[in-house]
Nanobody
Framework: QVQLVESGGGLVQAGGSLRLSCSAS????????MGWYRQAPGKQRELVAT???????NYADSVKGRFTISADNAKNTVYLQMNSLKPEDTAVYYC??????????????WGQGTQVTVSS
């Protein structure tokens, strides 16, 4: 019922920047936390960054200092600002939500993914 839709992916050169957005739609829900994950071909999906409803953030070591996660709770939107992009950042990026809806908590809400490709 709750849907997450990512946008903002694309092709950029190494050293460039992108901003990903993830917007949630639906009804009767409140976020506990939201996060970004990524999956490169042939690799496991990995956590990139998370943000709680209170604004606490954490990042994978590989993106610290380069990526920034933020949220606009009023708009039910989370962002991932990606700077100093490297070819190894190339992956499909997925938005994830941990939320409470109709008294049920679940962290199994995912967007469809958006492709980020960083060229050398």
């Amino acid at each position: 019922q709750v849907q997450l839709v990512e946008s903002g992916g694309g092709l950029v050169q190494a050293g460039g920047s992108l901003r990903l957005s993830c917007s949630a739609s639906g009804s009767n829900f409140r976020f506990n936390a939201m996060g970004w994950y990524r999956q490169a071909p042939g690799k496991q999906r990995e956590l990139v960054a998370t943000i709680t409803s209170g604004g606490s953030t954490n990042y994978a070591d590989s993106v610290k200092g380069r990526f920034t996660i933020s949220a606009d709770n009023a708009k039910n939107t989370v962002y991932l600002q990606m700077n100093s992009l490297k070819p190894e950042d190339t992956a499909v990026y997925y938005c994830n939500a941990d939320l409470l809806r109709l008294g049920v908590r679940s962290s199994d809400y995912w967007g469809q993914g958006t492709q980020v490709t960083v060229s050398s």
